[in-house]
């Protein structure tokens, strides 16, 4: 399966903002946009072109991209699954990243980072109401309970992580248990509370062409 091998921080200098993939460092001075705030490579400090609209709306959704972790194939499989539910395609679309069980154990603070959540989701470190599951991409449901595993309780990246997680504003759509390490989605979030900014409508004017 393709992956991407490079160094993370060149994403969020190429999206020109933090994407926070680094987790801790990304709040720390050692963030690589705050010392080089403009993009990679030998023509990044250059003067640009004016951007074209089409590479605004590709700017966007790479930005979305990167930031869940998604390989291309992936993203365009969420777009056409979005555009089929009722309500707006870009919300929907959103709503169903934001669902993902690696994001979720993300937001929950169990995790540094969506990429370290993923893989402690492959590790199966997680259950989901009780049953093990080990798929990053698993769709979580209102009212189902995210748990760390019995024998995952002593992980001190999770323990780290969750020290790290006091700094962020809790969100109103998920419930966080710290002394029994489990968390709750309570409701589908609303675009207005889910923390990315992001212009969605431009990522479905991209893939409506």
Not at 47 to 68: D, P, T, W
Request: with cysteine; hydrophobic share 35%; proline share 3%.
């Amino acid at each position: 399966m393709a992956r991407y091998v490079d160094a993370q921080c060149k994403l969020c200098r190429r999206e020109g903002e933090k994407l926070f993939l680094k987790g801790s460092r990304c709040f720390s001075d050692k963030c690589a946009i705050e010392k080089r705030a403009y993009a990679p490579g030998q023509h990044g400090q250059s003067r640009r072109r004016k951007v074209s609209e089409y590479g605004v709306q590709l700017r966007e959704k790479q930005k979305v991209r990167r930031l869940y972790g998604l390989l291309e194939r992936q993203f365009r499989n969420y777009f056409r699954a979005a555009a089929q539910r009722k309500g707006i395609t870009g919300e929907n679309l959103l709503q169903m990243l934001e669902c993902r069980l690696d994001n979720i154990v993300y937001r929950l603070g169990f995790a540094p980072s969506r990429r370290s959540a993923r893989q402690l989701v492959r590790h199966r470190h997680f259950t989901v109401n009780g049953s093990l599951v080990n798929v990053p991409s698993y769709q979580l449901r209102p009212s189902d309970v995210v748990q760390v595993r019995e024998g995952s309780r002593n992980l001190d990246i999770v323990h780290a992580a969750l020290r790290d997680a006091a700094r962020q504003e809790p969100l109103a759509w998920l419930r966080v248990d710290k002394a029994r390490l489990e968390g709750q989605l309570l409701e589908r979030p609303k675009r207005a509370d889910i923390p990315v900014t992001a212009q969605e409508q431009l990522i479905v004017e991209l893939y409506s062409k």
